[in-house]
């Protein structure tokens, strides 16, 4: 896949139970462009995210990754393509039932490819990197909060992704886990990786990324820089950097 | 009713069946590719049929118990007392036995299966697996099938054999010596009659795992629509089990001419 190649969203329609999340959403992401997806809690972060991977179909438009149109293709068929993609769900979603290293080396051991010591290698390289080095044979129910999401950091860099996305990874976090958190990130942008977050955390929003999309009511009502966005006249974004007391119970 | 309540219902009803029997296809047909999960199929096995062994165990003892006690009470006025293990033989290994098992199984594990997948879907796991690469059907669905598969025939010649037991227990006090119950029961039943009790089970089986399977991997919601799913996989498997056992039991009742 080339080196220049996008993730792309055209014109998309998404709704759950007659309510629309998303209304002709036009959105790219291109390789290098560290972005973060703003909005209120219920906007559709999240769900636009999972929509970039496959995981939810839109009632209508496109999505491609690459070259790949991935809409309506059936999950094997784009396989391939979404193995330039990783995610850090928001609770961590580690497997329960496995402990930390084989959560994070997961993906190796269902390819196959590489044999049994190589892959301990790169798991144990992987948790050094996020700092949990020591929690190899733990269970995910004998981790802090924050231990998890370094874990799911992990587990996510494993397969070497080009862009790996962090839906609210700062959430519930106390401010070191956050401040770990970020520089995570930064060092991740630092190796050549792209990251889009979705997050209500304009603290950690601006310090990871360079390009902010702003959703509200079913669309994106601003596209641009932080500079862009703090001078932006959109009374909504204004509202959402600075909330006043007419924001209250809205 | 309004109408429009009544296609919406008739809608979503034939809109859930088409998606259930999508998932049973699609796990027959991954039933036999590759990868095997070996290990998953394992831990299901001992999760599904060694932690219910001691329930059914349980239930046949008392079940062979009072079905003993029952025939030996209608029994005694016409003398016929010797007849009382082909009685329990029958009625376990035909009818009650693998319902028995089943229904117990379905109570207890099918609500374990749609508990687990339902809290893997809530907590996301079941999405980092898909985007991890991982077929959910062959790494989540197949190996408590075929674990299912094994399990509940197994048990259900646990309950059977038990039942027994247990029945022999009560006719031992009616004066029936061992000779006088085993020989009665080859009197009442044929080689048929242990096929039967054998293929029920596989069937029921293969409800008890679809249905969990299918009601689990739709859950919505937080621990609430977990709970609610498991209920609901109980409810669903059991009425199955039931109405199912009458059309197999018609089957073969067909086939014997």
């Given at each position: 896949m080339s080196s220049s190649y996008t993730i792309r969203m055209e014109k998309i329609c998404y709704s759950v139970g007659g309510r629309k999340i998303l209304q002709d959403f036009d959105f790219c992401l291109e390789r290098g462009v560290n972005r973060t997806i703003l909005g209120i809690s219920g906007a559709g972060k999240t769900t636009i995210l999972k929509l970039m991977l496959g995981l939810l179909q839109p009632d209508s438009g496109q999505i491609f990754i690459g070259d790949l149109c991935i809409t309506n293709l059936p999950?094997?068929?784009?396989?391939?393509?979404?193995?330039?993609?990783?995610?850090?769900?928001?609770?961590?979603?580690?497997?329960d039932s496995m402990?930390?290293?084989?959560?994070?080396?997961?993906?190796?051991?269902?390819?196959?490819?590489?044999?049994?010591?190589?892959?301990?290698?790169?798991?144990?390289?992987?948790?050094?990197?996020v700092g949990v080095g020591p929690a190899l044979n733990l269970y995910p129910a004998e981790l802090s909060g924050g231990m998890k999401k370094r874990v799911a950091i992990a587990r996510a860099l494993a397969a070497d992704p080009d862009f790996i996305f962090f839906d609210e990874p700062t959430t519930g976090l106390d401010p070191i886990g956050v401040y770990n958190i970020c520089s995570l990130m930064q060092r991740l942008q630092a190796e050549g990786k792209t990251t889009l977050m979705v997050t209500h955390d304009l603290?950690?929003?601006?310090?990871?990324?360079?390009?902010?999309?702003f959703l509200h009511d079913t669309r994106m009502l601003f596209e641009g820089s932080?500079?862009?966005?703090?001078?932006?006249?959109?009374?909504?974004?204004?509202?959402?950097?600075?909330?006043?007391?007419?924001?209250?119970?809205? | 009713m309004n109408i429009a309540i009544i296609d919406k219902v008739m809608l979503n009803f034939f809109s859930e069946l088409q998606n259930y029997f999508a998932l049973i296809g699609r796990t027959l047909v991954r039933m036999f590719d590759r990868p095997f999960y070996y290990r998953e199929f394992v831990i299901q096995f001992d999760k599904l049929g060694f932690s219910s062994l001691f329930i059914c165990i349980l239930s046949g003892l008392f079940t062979g118990m009072v079905m003993a006690l029952q025939s030996l009470i209608q029994l005694k006025p016409y003398a016929a007392t010797s007849y009382v293990g082909g009685m329990v033989a029958?009625?376990?290994?035909?009818?009650?036995?693998?319902?028995?098992a089943s229904l117990m199984v379905a109570g207890r594990?099918?609500?374990?299966?749609?508990?687990e997948l339902g809290?893997?879907?809530?907590?996301?796991?079941?999405?980092?697996?898909?985007?991890?690469?991982?077929?959910?059907?062959?790494?989540?669905?197949?190996?408590?099938?075929?674990a299912m598969l094994l399990a509940l025939p197994l048990l259900t010649v646990m309950v059977d054999a038990i039942s027994l037991l247990g029945g022999y227990i009560m006719a031992s006090g009616y004066g029936i010596n061992p000779i006088m119950y085993i020989t009665g029961i080859p009197q009442f039943m044929v080689f048929q009659d242990l096929i039967e009790g054998l293929v029920k089970p596989?069937?029921?089986?293969?409800?008890?795992?679809m249905t969990g399977c299918y009601v689990g991997l739709n859950t919505r919601g937080g621990a609430e629509g977990v709970g609610a799913s498991a209920k609901q996989a109980v409810v669903l498997s059991s009425v199955l089990i039931l109405v199912t056992d009458f059309f197999l039991t018609k089957i073969f009742v067909a086939f014997r001419g």
């Open positions: 999950e094997s068929r784009f396989m391939q393509q979404r193995k330039c993609i990783a995610i850090v769900f928001q609770g961590g979603a580690l497997f402990t930390v290293g084989e959560n994070v080396g997961y993906r190796l051991f269902e390819e196959g490819r590489l044999p049994l010591p190589e892959i301990e290698r790169i798991v144990l390289e992987k948790l050094r990197f603290a950690t929003a601006f310090a990871t990324s360079q390009r902010f999309t932080e500079a862009e966005m703090r001078g932006s006249p959109i009374s909504e974004v204004r509202e959402f950097l600075k909330p006043t007391d007419e924001s209250l119970f809205v | 029958i009625t376990m290994v035909k009818e009650l036995g693998p319902v028995l594990v099918g609500s374990a299966i749609t508990a809290t893997m879907v809530v907590t996301e796991q079941v999405d980092a697996m898909r985007v991890e690469g991982t077929d959910i059907v062959k790494r989540l669905v197949v190996p408590r099938l075929k596989v069937v029921f089986g293969f409800l008890i795992a």
